[in-house]
Each structure stands twice: as structure tokens, then as C-alpha cells.
């Protein structure tokens, strides 16, 4: 029995492990889900005000009324008073004192929906203030949940990509060395190109017998000669 207790006590710590990380997991969205409930009874509330306020005003009207009757019956009986009326006098001030035991109550009842008409507007304001303040925090929850989620992903790649930066670094440097030994064929070329085209127009020159000639033997004997005649 006691093993039996002991397991059922790990299924419950396992349990509410699992509950409590499902709760972090999920609490920005439970925030934000128990902000809008706030709204929601917040506009309830407010309807529940308008009620409370209007029931305030009818009380405020009886009571106004009330006490516009019992001022109205006052003058009556002391009208009926200066005319020795008595028994009529007696009749008006029962009057008055049933219109002052209604206006006693609604003067209670006003009393009490204007107490707590103020109460629930103090209320409606402060929770309107903590809705504001709790919608001003979610905000920057979400703002810092999206940095923190960028700067793990940029960290998690750089991390896990570490070796193929340096492989893609070694290509680059392949690729660079590629192009240089183009662009070193490619000045050869156009310097051999340039020589061969200085050579063809030394011959064009010398078959032309412009420029100066290269000496041989024939040329020198033919020199020679040409002194012994003169």
C-alpha cells in the first residue's frame, strides 16, 4: 500500500511537471487570453454601472418629488389650521407623514445606489489603468520573446554552420585563385600577341630597306670593294 501511495504521488509530481512546462510554454499566450477575459468583464461591468447610475437617477427624481409633495402638504395644513379646520389639518398631516416615511426610503435607496455607483466607477477605472499597463507589458513580453528567438537562431546556425563557413571561405579563396590565373593567361596572351606584331613590322621594314639593316659578310665586301674604286 505504501508503494502504491508512492507511485501515485511520482504520477502526480510527473503530472504537474508537465502541466507547469505546458503553462511556460504557452504563457504569453495565456497572458494575452487573460487580458482579453479582463476586457470582457470590464464591459460587462460597465453595463452593470449604467444600470446601478440609472436606478440612481430614478431614486434622485422620487425623492425630489417626494419632498416637493411634502412641502406642498405642509402649506396645505397650515392653510387648513388659519381656517380652524382641525379635523382637515389632521387628515393633511397624515398625509405628509406617509410621504415623509416614502421619502425617507428613497432618500436610503438613493444613498445606496450613489455609493455604490462611485465604488464601481472607482473600480471600472482601476481596472481600466491595469489593463492598460497589462496590455503595455505584454507587449514588450512579445517584443522580447521575438529578440530572444532571433538571437537563438542566429547563434544556433552560426554554431552549427561554424565548419561550412570555413568550407565556404576555402571555395572562395579557390575561386579568387581561379580568376587570377585566367586573368595571368590572359596578359600573357596579349603580350605575346603585341611582340609577335613588333617582329612582322620589323621584317615589313627591312624588306622595305627602311630602318637599320643587319650587317653580314656580302655587305662588308661589297663595302670594301667599293673604297678600292674610289
Known amino acids: 500500500m505504501s508503494i502504491f501511495k508512492k507511485i501515485m504521488t511520482a504520477i502526480r509530481g510527473g503530472a504537474s511537471e508537465v502541466g507547469e512546462s505546458i503553462i511556460d510554454s504557452n504563457a504569453t499566450r495565456i497572458f494575452e487570453q487573460e487580458i482579453r477575459d479582463a476586457e470582457n468583464h470590464l464591459t460587462k461591468a460597465k453595463r452593470d454601472l449604467t444600470g446601478v447610475m440609472a436606478e440612481q437617477m430614478s431614486a434622485n427624481r422620487e425623492v425630489d418629488r417626494l419632498s416637493k409633495e411634502v412641502t406642498e402638504h405642509e402649506g396645505y395644513a397650515v392653510q387648513a389650521l388659519e381656517k380652524g379646520d382641525e379635523t382637515l389639518a389632521l387628515a393633511v398631516a397624515e398625509k405628509i407623514s406617509t410621504l415623509e416615511s416614502d421619502l425617507a426610503t428613497q432618500q436610503q435607496a438613493r444613498d445606496s445606489f450613489t455609493g455604490n455607483a462611485e465604488r464601481l466607477k472607482e473600480l ?6 491595469q489593463i492598460v499597463e497589462h496590455k503595455r507589458q505584454l507587449s514588450m513580453v512579445k517584443t522580447t520573446e521575438s529578440v530572444q528567438k532571433a538571437t537563438s537562431a542566429i547563434t544556433d546556425n552560426f554554431s552549427s554552420s561554424n565548419s561550412k563557413l570555413l568550407s565556404a571561405k576555402d571555395s572562395l579563396e579557390r575561386i579568387k585563385a581561379k580568376q587570377q ?25 627591312k624588306s622595305a630597306g627602311i630602318g637599320a639593316q643587319s650587317s653580314n659578310a656580302s655587305s662588308v665586301l661589297d663595302r670594301i670593294k667599293a673604297k678600292q674604286k674610289s
Request: proline share 0%; hydrophobic share 35%; net charge negative.
Open 124 to 129: 471600472v477605472r482601476k481596472s481600466e489603468r
Open 181 to 205: 590565373k585566367f586573368d595571368d593567361k590572359m596578359k600573357a596572351a596579349e603580350m605575346l600577341e603585341s611582340e609577335n606584331s613588333d617582329n612582322s613590322l620589323a621584317a615589313q621594314l
